[in-house]
């Protein structure tokens, strides 16, 4: 799940973008709410995306588009999903910091391409439908599927993520219709056009982007006016080239251009249909013998470590990340983005022989949330514990996200940036008094360092016979940790908070229901 921690360790209203980035001229692209600009981190020196909004400058539309935008997007945590890294808000300003992906639009490859091959173009369908599947596993539907939306995370890879969020809607359940007509022309179902539509709209923006792959014409043809009464019509005539291909992408591209949404395959049947499944049935991965102990040390971590793991997690690359995304789908045998209990068992015991009761604890000590599934961050986050010690630069990574007026030590203000708005003031004094027991008030990398990269307390042998000036710097921080525990599991954004307000974004760390532009039908 998304713990208050990671999603308000992702967003401050306490320093500006420019203090941890240079924001450069470029254009990369442009979006439904805005042109994308590339940024450098300051700290690591690695390239981002950045979105950059004058808040005064919209219209109350606008601002509300933007707003579900980043406090949906907050809580999206997929391995083909853009990562929302960062958010900065002032009073004038709102800035949204994603990963960089530099493969370019899967436009673009395939306007080079001409065409995609069956078996290139069934392995981005793929991609892309793992994406909406957990989408609309998670009642929210896109809304605007194109080409243009899908970028490769690099020119000379095949990995894929989606992007723009600007139409974005969550809704209740998948039968939840929605009456704004958004998107792009020639990807828009027909029951869009005629402003009452569900989730299933995305299956057909699938349909078209399919056939585009594989024939490298879009489905309809002619002018604007055209287009629009051909799909209102809801008949697609396909070339003589379709006819060319084999029956399963033809079959695959048919269900998917059904007029009636109800007949229409859903994300999860799609993954199922033989054109898609039988691409991935033979894939083979091998899961790691040490992500189990990882997992061990993990659930076994106080909630202060975890959180900074999570924060950790979601700073990783797309190479960090590499091995680590094949086993997370691998154990998402169902596809809809997360792993559940029963995926979790089945694995576990069939890679190393774990049973079921076990199986149970480490699930329900990497479900940081209580949520009944666990996400990819949380993933990778208990992958990470056995990778800290010879990877330095990763937490260096979390120090920095804690360390929030960047003068290169944590202090307690910091600590209460971070992890929350809403203390009491009583629980500020006992951190900061804290602070100043453990470590004069400030918290350097090198006492970071110490603290994640030894066990927690009392998990390895021989940890009562430290030196005791050692052994008593470790209780102070252990008992720092738990204080900040304690204070994290609170919930915040109470009515005197800026979290409760319309801006700084409030609600983010607590799901809050999204239901704007969502019309309910009975």
Request: charged share 25%; with cysteine.
């Amino acid at each position: 799940g998304k713990g208050s921690g990671t999603t308000s360790g992702r967003y401050t209203c306490s320093r500006e973008l420019e203090q941890d980035y240079a924001v450069e001229d470029k254009v990369l692209g442009s979006g439904m709410s805005g042109p994308v600009l590339l940024a450098t981190g300051r700290a690591d020196g690695r390239q981002y995306a950045v979105k950059s909004f004058k808040k005064n400058a919209l219209s109350a539309e606008d601002r509300a588009a933007l707003r579900n935008e980043a406090e949906l997007y907050l809580t999206l945590d997929h391995p083909h999903i853009a990562q929302l890294l960062r958010v900065f808000e002032t009073n004038e300003m709102l800035h949204l910091v994603m990963e960089l992906l530099e493969g370019g639009e899967v436009y673009d490859r395939l306007a080079a391409a001409r065409r995609y091959t069956e078996e290139v173009a069934a392995d981005t369908v793929y991609q892309m439908l793992l994406a909406v599947a957990y989408l609309h596993a998670h009642n929210i539907a896109h809304r605007d599927l194109k080409l243009e939306n899908y970028l490769y995370v690099r020119e000379d890879s095949d990995h894929l993520k989606l992007i723009d969020f600007g139409f974005a809607a969550k809704f209740s359940n998948s039968r939840t219709a929605m009456s704004q007509a958004c998107g792009s022309l020639h990807y828009a179902a027909p029951e869009v056009l005629n402003h009452c539509y569900t989730v299933q709209a995305d299956l057909w923006s699938l349909g078209v982007i399919s056939y585009m792959l594989l024939i490298g014409t879009p489905v309809f043809l002619g002018s604007d006016s055209e287009v629009l009464r051909k799909i209102k019509c809801g008949k697609p005539r396909f070339s003589a080239r379709f006819s060319c291909l084999s029956e399963a992408s033809q079959d695959f591209v048919r269900r998917l251009l059904v007029r009636d949404p109800d007949q229409r395959l859903t994300a999860a049947q799609a993954l199922e249909h033989p054109w898609i499944a039988g691409r991935h049935a033979a894939e083979s991965v091998q899961m790691d013998s040490g992500i189990l102990e990882s997992m061990r040390t993990y659930a076994r971590a106080s909630h202060f470590r975890k959180t900074v793991l999570c924060m950790t997690a979601w700073t990783l690359s797309v190479e960090e990340q590499e091995d680590l995304r094949q086993q997370f789908l691998h154990i998402d045998s169902q596809k809809q983005g997360t792993i559940t209990l029963q995926e979790f068992r089945a694995v576990l015991e069939e890679s190393f022989h774990v049973d079921s009761a076990e199986a149970a604890r480490l699930f329900a000590g990497l479900d940081s949330d209580s949520s009944h599934e666990i996400e990819y961050t949380e993933f990778l986050a208990a992958a990470l514990v056995g990778r800290l010690r010879a990877h330095g630069d990763i937490l260096r990574r979390a120090f920095e996200r804690f360390d929030a007026d960047g003068d290169g030590q944590i202090s307690a203000e910091d600590l209460h940036a971070v992890l929350s708005d809403d203390f009491e003031e009583d629980e500020v004094e006992e951190l900061l008094a804290e602070v100043e027991r453990s470590a004069r008030g400030r918290i350097d990398f090198g006492a970071f360092l110490a603290y994640f990269q030894r066990p927690e307390a009392g998990e390895e042998a021989g940890e009562s016979e430290a030196p005791p000036a050692r052994a008593q710097g470790r209780r102070h921080t252990e008992k720092l940790g738990a204080l900040i525990d304690r204070l994290m599991r609170r919930d915040g954004g109470g009515a005197g908070s800026p979290v409760a307000r319309e801006w700084p974004l409030w609600d983010v760390a607590r799901r809050a229901p999204l239901m704007r532009r969502v019309k309910t039908v009975a």
